[in-house]
Structure formats: C-alpha cells, structure tokens
C-alpha cells in the first residue's frame, strides 16, 4: 500500500484528489475488504484534499505579493 507521502510523487495523487465524492465511495466500496481499509481510503482522500487546499492557498498568496 502507498503512503499519501508516495502518492504526492505519482499520478494517483492526481487522481486521488480529483475525483467526486460519489466516485470516492463507489472506489472504497469497490477496493476496500475490511473496515480498516475503508478508514484507510478515507484518510488518503482528506489527506489529499488538504494537501491540494495549501496549494492553493500557497498559490493565492504567491498572487498577492
């Protein structure tokens, strides 16, 4: 299993961060077996999802200086 480090450095990040929430459920359902791994999969999704949020928030202040 990839760490959420590991998939800043690949596509699955992209992938990851760019996806709906229905997409999100029907993708944990799918691959998740256990409980574990749908709290797994929920955890990667919100780490993603802040991760892209201090971008942006790094890109809006980079525009206003």
Request: aromatic share 12%; hydrophobic share 30%.
């Amino acid at each position: 299993m990839k760490t959420v480090l590991d998939l800043e450095k690949d596509n699955l990040f992209e992938y990851f961060s760019n996806i709906g929430l229905n997409q999100q459920s029907d993708f944990i359902e799918k691959y998740s077996k256990s409980e574990e791994e749908e709290m797994l999969y929920h955890k990667i999704f919100e780490k993603c999802l802040q991760i892209q949020q201090e971008k942006m928030l790094e890109e809006q202040e980079k525009n206003f200086k």
